[in-house]
């Protein structure tokens, strides 16, 4: 690369759960820089998820950090070129990308839940991958059984 590397931008906590983790995610999940609007679909979703979830022991805040660590991809593949042929090459993801690509997957399938409101979506889609079952779930699953068909590729790594 010619150029330096960006530096890391410093995302804030969220005013709420002081979790910078609910920032990043409430960042993926605005649109249009509506980023109350994205908060509050959040905690609404959060809230639905502890009126769902009365008799467990476990906060809402708790019940999404174990589904967003349920659907969080271990290994990827990514396409090598090497002679003529393009290769599929199972690569592990760096920590940043991992947390990232669970964000983007949740707000992804929660998108395309049937649903009256986002919130309403996204507290399934949170259920749904707490209890590993889902959308996201089902594509962290797609991640790793390409990964592991391609293991004969590994030596290509970059």
Known sequence: MRKAKPKKRVVLPDSVFGEVMVGKFVNHLMLDGKKNIAYGIFYRALDIVGEKQKNAEKTPL???????????PLVEVKSR?????????????????KESIAMKNMIKFARTRNGHSMAEKLAG??????????????RKEDM???AEANRAFAHFRF
């Open 62 to 72: 708790d019940i999404w950090k174990q589904a967003l660590s349920n659907i969080t």
């Open 81 to 97: 070129r090497i002679g003529g042929a393009t290769f599929q090459v199972p690569t592990e993801i760096r920590s940043d990308r």
């Open 125 to 138: 889609e949170i259920m749904d991958a707490f209890n590993s079952q889902g959308g996201a779930f089902k």
């Open 144 to 146: 790793h059984r390409m």
